[in-house]
């Protein structure tokens, strides 16, 4: 069985004038990613996202990867990360060439699983996990003028039993923040709080000490990604776990954060982060630093379902005795059709559990029709 097809799928979606949605940095009203969909000499179909505009990905697959994709046995799926690092040599750290690997990966993956009859999860992880425990990411900054503690009100009535706010625009509005969702999700609720790197270490830390009586689960990316002193800074300023990982991608990015203890959680996204095979080695390296992971999750339904799937090969942690970690999977909840409307069955985190699906490969059926509204010339 060899790969005879790829094609590239750019999508894209903006929300209504004045109704765009933000972190600390900024406003956004487009959501846009790229699909990749793998065909093989048998007919089977993979599919993949990558986190990367539909015209990057495109010229990046056809200068960088189609040679050595057409032809390519799905099963030999891993060499294809090896090779990121050795050949192209010079560009395997391009945030676009991991991107594009991720959604080649993915489909392969997809591929395998679809042809031995598995999920999934159940060929990285071999765990018997059915369910996850969705986290609404919500109460972002918004361009219209509306309660802050609506869409936590919202997450409460869904049945979240976690969720992740937006924080990040100076002290006393984190407080006033993070005080609402609390109040409003119980002091049972795991919460935690995305600062999107907007700060300086100082101000990082200054916020997290006044926010330190709220028993965050975690605090998000204090400072820009690259800020790698700043990360050691805080961390040994403050009591919260840090999480860090969502722009990072590539092992050796990963290997970077891990062995200098500067965050307590990795988050790597599954279509940026160099796929499930990379994904695999962050979370090995992670393991044995005594490190959390748990994936990061801004993509459409396919780098979501990804997602699930890896989230659920992981093992529980603690793995023993006292009682386990919940296998958080993050849920954005602002409105994103390409989440919510390209899937035969959309996934469902209501009610606080998210169902891994337990059908071949990602276990999804993408539903053409649908993509065809939001796709883009690439
Ligand atoms: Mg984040």
């Known amino acids: 069985m060899n790969v005879t097809d790829i094609r590239v799928i750019g999508l894209s979606h903006s929300l209504p004038e004045g109704k765009g949605l933000g972190d600390a940095r900024g406003i956004g009203r487009t959501r846009s990613?790229?699909?990749?969909?793998?065909?093989t000499s048998d007919g089977t179909v993979g599919w993949g996202e990558a986190f990367a505009p539909g015209s990057i990905a495109q010229s990046t697959l056809d200068e960088l990867f189609r040679d050595d994709v057409i032809g390519m046995d799905p099963f030999t799926v891993e060499s294809l990360a090896e090779s990121t690092y050795t050949d192209p040599y010079h560009f395997g750290g391009s945030v676009f060439v991991q991107s594009v690997l991720s959604a080649i990966d993915t489909a392969c993956w997809d591929i395998i699983g679809k042809t031995v009859g598995q999920p999934i999860h159940r060929l990285l992880g071999g765990t018997e996990r059915t369910a996850l425990t969705p986290y609404a990411s919500t109460m972002y900054f918004a361009e219209e003028d509306r309660p802050i503690e609506q869409p936590i009100e919202t997450a409460r009535k869904e049945g979240f039993t976690a969720a992740k706010i937006k924080i990040g625009s100076g002290v006393s509005a984190d407080v006033e923040r993070v005080r609402t969702a609390r109040s409003i999700l119980g002091e049972d609720a795991h919460l935690m709080a995305d600062m999107n790197g907007n700060y300086r270490p100082d101000q990082a830390i200054q916020s997290a000490r006044a926010l330190s009586e709220f028993d965050l689960t975690w605090i998000e990316e204090p400072v820009p990604p690259e800020n790698y002193s700043g990360y050691r800074e805080i961390g040994r300023a403050i009591d919260t776990p840090i999480a860090a990982g969502e722009a990072h991608y590539g092992r050796f990015a990963f290997k970077r954060l891990l062995d200098d203890r500067l965050v307590d959680i990795?988050?790597?996204?599954?279509?940026?982060?160099?796929?499930?095979?990379?994904?695999?080695?962050?979370?090995?390296?992670?393991?044995?630093?005594?490190?959390?992971?748990?994936?990061?999750?801004w993509n459409s339904a396919v780098g979501l379902a990804a997602a699930v799937q890896f989230a659920a090969s992981l093992p529980a942690y603690p793995h023993s005795r006292t009682e386990p970690e919940p296998a958080f999977l993050e849920f954005d909840r602002s409105h994103n059709p390409l989440r919510s409307e390209i899937l035969r069955t959309p996934f469902d985190p209501t009610d606080g559990v998210l169902d891994v699906p337990q059908e071949p490969g990602l276990g999804i059926t993408v539903d053409t029709t649908a993509l065809e509204q939001y796709r883009i010339d690439s």
């Open 266 to 297: 990795v988050q790597p996204n599954l279509a940026r982060c160099g796929g499930l095979s990379e994904a695999r080695r962050i979370a090995d390296l992670a393991t044995t630093e005594n490190v959390g992971i748990t994936p990061h999750v």
């Open 33 to 39: 990613t790229t699909l990749l969909r793998l065909t």
